[in-house]
C-alpha cells in the first residue's frame, strides 16, 4: 500500500473465534487459507503500468492443498456436513473449481498486465 501514491487499500483475512477455530492455531488457519486458493495474497499498483509492468503481482503460489483443509477446521463449514452432508459436498467441490479458477485467471492477469479480464 506504501508503494503507490494514491489511496491505497488493504483487506485480510483474519481469524476470529466466531469462526470456531482453536484461536492458537489462526496463523496456521490463514495460512490454510492462502495454500488453498481460498484467499489469494497479491498486490496491485496502477503506477506500474506507466513503467511497462503488470499492476498485479501475484504473491501466492498455485493453490496446493483441497479447500476443504482449510475450511473444515472452521465451524462454520464444517456445520453443513453434519445437516446435509451430501450439499457439503457438491459446494466444496465448487469452491475447489473457483479457487483454482480465480488463481488462473489472477496468474494470468499478472503475467499480461491485461486488466481488461477482470
Known amino acids: 500500500a506504501d508503494a503507490y501514491d494514491g489511496p491505497s487499500l488493504v483487506i485480510a483475512y483474519t481469524h476470529c473465534i466466531a469462526h470456531g477455530i482453536d484461536m492458537r492455531k489462526g496463523l496456521e488457519q490463514q495460512k490454510l487459507a ?3 486458493g481460498v484467499w489469494p495474497l497479491f498486490r ?3 503506477a506500474l503500468e506507466a513503467e511497462g509492468k ?3 503481482t501475484l504473491d501466492s503460489k498455485e493453490p496446493s492443498i483441497p479447500v476443504e483443509d482449510f475450511a473444515y477446521n472452521e465451524t462454520r463449514f464444517k456445520m453443513l456436513t453434519l445437516s ?3 450439499r457439503a459436498e457438491k459446494l466444496m467441490k465448487a469452491a475447489n ?3 483454482k479458477k480465480r488463481w488462473q485467471k489472477y496468474s494470468r492477469l499478472a503475467e499480461t498486465g491485461d486488466g481488461d479480464e477482470a
Open 34 to 36: 492462502v495454500q488453498s
Open 84 to 86: 446435509n452432508e451430501e
Open 44 to 46: 496491485y499498483n496502477p
Open 54 to 56: 503488470a499492476p498485479l
Open 97 to 99: 473449481k473457483d479457487a
